[in-house]
Nanobody, 115 residues
Framework: QVQLVESGGGLVQAGGSLRLSCAAS????????MSWYRQGPGKERELVAG???????TYADSVKGRFTISRDNDKNTVYLQMNRLKPEDTGVYYC?????????WGQGTQVTVSS
């Protein structure tokens, strides 16, 4: 079955950096579009970044120029490098994959940015 396990979250001061990882299993990882979403306090889950099987990337306007999504198909892992973090980046970050018309999520990793 599909499994997604996020790691790398934590508490960081504004302007700092974090690198999130998502280890995937249970599906042919290299063939799938992978995404990072986040859910801030009292907010709906929103798309942060996505990467296609051909390494084409897309970003939310709020993170362009600060965040970088990448993937390592040998390790079945997708990454989110987050630089110049802001307090509004605080939230639970999830990686996700759409397979057989169903969206799968990991358990999430908490990112807290203090001002």
């Amino acid at each position: 079955q599909v499994q997604l396990v996020e790691s790398g979250g934590g508490l960081v001061q504004a302007g700092g950096s974090l690198r999130l990882s998502c280890a995937a299993s249970g599906f042919p990882f290299s063939s799938y579009y992978m995404s990072w979403y986040r859910q801030g306090p009292g907010k709906e889950r929103e798309l942060v970044a996505g990467i296609s099987s051909a390494d084409s990337t897309t970003y939310a306007d709020s993170v362009k120029g600060r965040f970088t999504i990448s993937r390592d198909n040998d390790k079945n892992t997708v990454y989110l490098q987050m630089n110049r973090l802001k307090p509004e980046d605080t939230g639970v970050y999830y990686c996700g994959v759409l397979r057989w018309s169903r969206h799968y999520w990991g358990q999430g990793t908490q990112v807290t940015v203090s001002s």
